[in-house]
């Protein structure tokens, strides 16, 4: 069979099966198990209306309890085995992960990239956002720079490859160089300083998400309160930084966290720019080069990041709700 | 200390001209109200003379100063928006302070401000809240504080009292009035769609109508001796009957035989011979009909509706449909006057006489 029709036959399954679980479960709560008649009528309606919410979460918790829970705790389980799976040897893998110095280094490098990934996203992503409000062709400036939002990550690794090749003619950072009268060389290899061209990247993704929420912060921002600023003597700066800043603090945290929880998920630029070498290493790669070689250290490293992972998203799902109300 | 000028102010966004030829001069002490129907452009000339909108023709001057091009804080003006517009994520204490902060005065100064404006506002125990944590009318007081404690010379204030209810906005505008009396040297203007805050709160009244000045005038010159249909109706409720007539005596006071009742009124304003039998219009409030079996009278109907509201009676005479009513108004309940048909009349200096929408008076 074709994978086209394949698809479609999924979609029109997937749909419809939707749609006729709902109008199922909600046929069978109203006229079978609490019909809306009889001598309990108004006891019937109360209760049917009870349940309906959970019938239509049941599918999600379902889903999630199979593909979320059911893993977490699979892989707490797996990551407490050795590497063939067939001896339980408790806390070992954490303890040599402990001893590894890639694991350190990892977890150094991931720390940075929590912190400046973020960072740098939010802080541009907040200046583009106001730069761009008032120029004419703003809206032509968001839209490039929302661009690579588009782009996969291996997508966007690939074109910074090129950005960082050693040949002058290709990559620019040695072209500059090469117009300097210098010799090439190559930015990956560089210790330390390569952990930040690899930044480079997810900042440059990441800049264009930070900005779309943040502009529309920004406007949401009363004009009056701005106009009262101005009266009052507040510069373009003061007004900036005093006045419509803290107002869009909230949406400032949500941005900052969301994308410090997805730099502890991205691997796949440094898998593929530099595959972890040279000091790069970051946790979710570090986890990828266990992967199927020692699944036990593989998912020990995973909850790991997990753990690491998790004070950030509630914080983040707070400051979210905090935000709605 | 502040005299205000403006000359031949006029304001177009693009193509659309929303104000044209303005002229004012507002002096020290004044407290001037813009009036109008909603959207006739007053909180665009405010907002002219604030410097948030840039003035597009005319001159503007503050004590002679040519202010069109100086930026807002420099004009020497403090604005209450009607939203308030405090800062959010600031104190009560920080909103009054943030200005002085900016001009770079000392804590000492600072506090003696602050604290100065909120014992005047009643505002001392809420300086460490958050606006959020305020009523509508602490916020207001909060927003007219801010303005004080700069000592400006001009306050505007933008339809202050719109976003409180009915009875806040009596007591928020009698603690206006009370603050304009306090500083009798600051100029005050203020703009509002409510001809009761107008009438109350103005020294002069600007009724802004058609892109232009309707008329200026104090509060009761406005009331008694408007200049046009337009600012007789506007200032009064309900608003004045205007009923329509034949001038058929003219001299130093006035005739005119009305088309409904045909019945013959005087007025106290003026016509000359060429007058004799021009079509006008005979303007008179409600508050100043009074009931009559003379055959001097200007209005006869049947009373279709009354409502009495214990000290007055209104009168709804029936009307054709589309038409507004005319409406009279007695002292005392006067609930079986339902159904009536009654005679109304009023003394010659409550009689106005208008001619293609002007009063006779004013040419
Ligand atoms: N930025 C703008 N662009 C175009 N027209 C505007 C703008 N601001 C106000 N106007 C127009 O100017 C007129 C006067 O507005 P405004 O001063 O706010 O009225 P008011 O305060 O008397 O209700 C309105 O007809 C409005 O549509
Ligand atoms: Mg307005």
Known sequence: ?325 | MADLILKGVAKSYGDVNVLNDINLDIETGELIVFVGPSGCGKSTLLRMVAGLEKISGGTFTIDGQVMNDVPPSQRGIAMVFQTYALYPHMTVRDNMAFALNIAGKSKAEIDEAVNGAAEKLQLKEYLDRLPKALSGGQRQRVAIGRAIVRDPKVYLFDEPLSNLDAALRVATRIEIAQLKEQMPDSTMIYVTHDQVEAMTLASRIVVLANKGIAQVGTPLELYERPNSEFVAQFIGSPQMNLLAGEIVETGAQTRVQTDQGGGTIVSDYPSNADDQGARVRVGIRPEDMVVTDSADFAYEGKVAITEALGEVTLLYFEAATGQDPVIGKRPGVHSDDRHKTLRMSAPPEKVHVFRDGVSLHYR
């Open chain 1, 1 to 325: 069979m074709s994978p086209l029709v394949q698809g479609a036959i999924t979609i029109f399954v997937g749909v419809f099966g939707c749609v006729g679980y709902f109008y199922a479960a909600n046929l069978l709560l109203d006229k079978v198990i609490y019909p809306a008649k009889g001598p309990n009528i108004g006891r019937n309606i109360n209760r049917a209306n009870a349940i309906r919410p959970w019938l239509f979460l049941l599918p999600a918790i379902l889903a999630l309890s199979i593909y979320l829970v059911y893993p977490v705790i699979g892989s707490l389980i797996r990551s407490m085995y050795n590497r063939a799976g067939n001896e339980f040897i408790g806390l070992g893998n954490y303890t040599s992960l402990a001893g590894d110095p890639e694991f350190q280094t990892a977890l150094i490098n991931n720390a940075l990239w929590a912190l400046v990934v973020p960072a740098a996203a939010t802080f541009f992503g907040l200046v583009v956002a106001q730069l761009t409000d008032r120029l004419s062709w703003g809206n032509i400036a968001k839209s490039l720079i929302f661009m690579p939002m588009a782009i996969s990550f291996v997508g966007a690794s690939l074109i910074w490859k090129f950005v960082y090749a050693g040949d002058p003619d290709i990559g620019i950072i040695n072209a500059i160089r090469d117009g300097m009268g210098l010799d090439p060389l190559d930015p990956l290899q560089l210790p330390f300083w390569n952990n930040f061209f690899l930044m480079v990247i997810l900042v440059w993704i990441q800049t264009g998400f930070a900005m779309v929420i943040l502009s529309a912060a920004l406007r949401g921002v009363p004009e009056d309160t701005i106009e009262a600023a101005i009266i009052d003597g507040a510069g373009p700066f003061r007004v900036f930084f005093r006045i419509k800043v803290p107002q869009i603090m909230g949406t400032i945290v949500v941005v900052w966290t969301t994308i410090t929880i997805l730099v502890l998920k991205v691997f796949d630029i440094v898998y593929t720019m530099t595959g972890g070498n040279f000091g790069t290493e970051i946790l979710p790669s570090y986890m990828m080069s266990f992967m199927f070689r020692d699944d036990g250290r593989a998912t020990a490293v995973a909850v790991v990041i997990m753990i690491v992972v998790l004070p950030v998203m509630i914080w983040n799902i707070r400051q979210a709700q905090k935000e709605m109300r």
